[in-house]
């Protein structure tokens, strides 16, 4: 029994035996009170229908919970941090729900009060979807909306006794390792450990096509660690480029693809949002060689790329690919000889027109002022000649498609990315 009901059975108690001086009135009145104190007994709250937010998977997100007074359960995300500098972030999360079956849950995520570039970020965080899943591999998009000033809202429904939140349809390392093993036997694939990250897994580059191939791609992803949208596309070009038709081996034959897949393997099996294990952000610092003790990632790389140039093999296009709200291609303007930034830049276009030939892209390109100072599109042009960019994929809608950001889409966009390079190379190639 409560502490209120056991005071009122008290009170009523005393109010009895006094009934005779006080008259029937006090009786009624006590009697009520004992009989408040019964219910008062029962009438403990509902049990919340949340049993528990699991994170105990691969790339799974850092967080606490806690249930409001309200019911709604608030997910505290924990920020990543830049080294030396105040800027944080917050952009990933993944997490299994555990709730009654049926039961309708309000989540309010956050906080999202990002910092870049040293300036505070919007009081409206950028996302306005999220992605759920029974099984963690059939997802479905849902709307979030803004809960002020820096979190989201949104509502999901338990099918079952458990529901995967996402960001983003989730593509995790053991997705790769799942790719390697269906592609690493086919004569047209090679898989070479270039080297290791801050907690050493293993890097590598993953060759497509022939070596001696007139043209030679190099793709990154995931150097950010929430935004799988780059791994998805990857996934789709290497698969089309192997399907075995006359189109692949047209396209075989005219280039070959370098892809670091995941380039910051840490951050995505621990589910952090942007920065390597020592702070350091893998899209930054390319104007000046990369210090291994603080990134190993770019650091390995960027030896595998002088080697491959110092073979004669200097990549002709480099894409390195993110996820945010705008979905453009970042175009950079470095200081450099006029005549090789106009080359350049006509090259861009030339991509640029491609992508809305035989893509569904329609978001276009930064503007004519854009600089990047640091980023690998930049620094890869400045220091080794190579024409790159940053290819950013819209995480919230596909204006092309008119539909959401899936999986799907992005795996469709990499199938389409083998026509767009073979016409990019085509007036490179002898008739």
Known sequence: MTGIAVSLCRIGRKIIGAATALGITALVVATALVATALSAQ?????PHPLRYLDTAFENASPLWWEVDADGSVQIHLIYDQERTSPNRANGHWLFR????????????????????NRQPSRPIPEAKVA??????????????EPAEPHWLRMRVQMTGESLYVARLEPYRLSDLERLKADIGDHPLVEITPIGRTVEQRELEIVRVGKPDAPHRILLRARAHPWEPGGNWVVEGLVRRLLRGDDDARRYLDRYCVYVLPIANKDGVARGRTRFNMRGMDLN????????????????ALEKWLEKVIAAGGRPDLMIDFHNDAGGRLHISRPDMAPAALEAYLARMEQFEQLLREHTWFTEGSTKSTFRNPGSIGEGLLARYGIAACVHELNANWIAGLDDYATAQNWVTYGEQLATVFDRYFAADSPP
């Not at 930054?284 to 650091?299: C, Q, T």
Request: glycine content about 6%; proline content about 9%; hydrophobic content about 40%.
């Open 284 to 299: 930054r610092n390319w104007d000046l060689p990369a210090d291994e003790s603080l990134a190993p990632e770019n650091s």
């Open 42 to 46: 029962d009438a403990t709250p509902a």
């Open 131 to 144: 992605f759920v899943s029974d099984d963690g591999r059939q997802w479905r998009a849902i709307d979030t």
């Open 97 to 116: 729900v555990e709730a009654e079956p049926g039961a309708e849950l309000t989540l309010v995520l956050g906080p999202f009060a990002n910092i870049w």
